[in-house]
T-cell receptor, first 109, second 113 residues
Framework: RKEVEQDPGPFNVPEGATVAFNCTYS??????FFWYRQDCRKEPKLLMS???SGNEDGRFTAQLNRASQYISLLIRDSKLSDSATYLC??????????FGTGTRLQVFP | EAGVVQSPRYKIIEKKQPVAFWCNPI?????LYWYRQNLGQGPELLIR????????DSQLPKDRFSAERLKGVDSTLKIQPAELGDSAVYLC???????????FGPGTRLTVL
């Protein structure tokens, strides 16, 4: 079993839709959590950190449930430019990033 | 501010040949990482450097892979000899001291024939 699991998708949604991605992690000692975005044939880039209290950045909201070892990302009012792969990432007590396989999002007009 | 620089961007070689990748991290970033990303997968860490010291190389296949960061700045990753299964994108990343955010370079796409 992979340490970080994500639904690979693809999620095909129309512009303006709300879409949610989920991620589970197996190591209860995981300490820090992130969502990275990776465009096709490009490098991953940090989208946002994920905190227990939840955090919001514009149309993006990330939530963490430590008890269930579950992380989510909600995108509201989807734009064509949101089309990408979204990577769920956890760390332990070092800065070693452990990536999920990614969830591919395709927003269509 | 310049980002992480990698070269070459693409490399095609025949199996059993050697290959080397080069990375120049963001200026002032002490921590440097090499990742491998297979198609449809997330990146997987190969090796992490703190300055010139390799502090985590547990995932590096040491029979054929080697890496160095001699002066604590640039780094090279070498494969000798390459195998078909080594075809992947090799990503270099760097981060500042005490910071989790890692900045990735554009990667080197390796194809082994």
């Amino acid at each position: 079993r992979k340490e970080v699991e994500q639904d690979p998708g693809p999620f095909n949604v129309p512009e303006g839709a709300t879409v949610a991605f989920n991620c589970t992690y197996s190591n209860s000692a995981s300490q820090s959590f992130f969502w990275y975005r990776q465009d096709c044939r490009k490098e991953p880039k940090l989208l946002m950190s994920v905190y227990s209290s939840g955090n919001e950045d514009g149309r993006f909201t990330a939530q963490l449930n430590r008890a269930s070892q579950y992380i989510s990302l909600l995108i509201r009012d989807s734009k064509l430019s949101d089309s990408a792969t979204y990577l769920c990432v956890v760390t332990h007590n070092t800065d070693k990033l452990i990536f999920g396989t990614g969830t591919r999002l395709q927003v269509f007009p | 501010e310049a980002g992480v620089v990698q070269s070459p961007r693409y490399k095609i070689i025949e199996k059993k040949q050697p290959v080397a990748f080069w990375c120049n991290p963001i200026s002032g970033h002490n921590t440097l990482y090499w990742y491998r990303q297979n198609l449809g997968q997330g990146p997987e860490l190969l090796i992490r450097y703190e300055n010139e010291e390799a502090v985590d190389d547990s995932q590096l296949p040491k029979d054929r892979f080697s890496a160095e960061r001699l002066k604590g700045v640039d780094s090279t990753l070498k494969i000798q000899p390459a195998e078909l299964g080594d075809s992947a994108v090799y990503l270099c990343a760097s981060s500042g001291s005490g910071r989790y955010e890692q900045f990735f370079g554009p990667g080197t796409r390796l194809t082994v024939l």
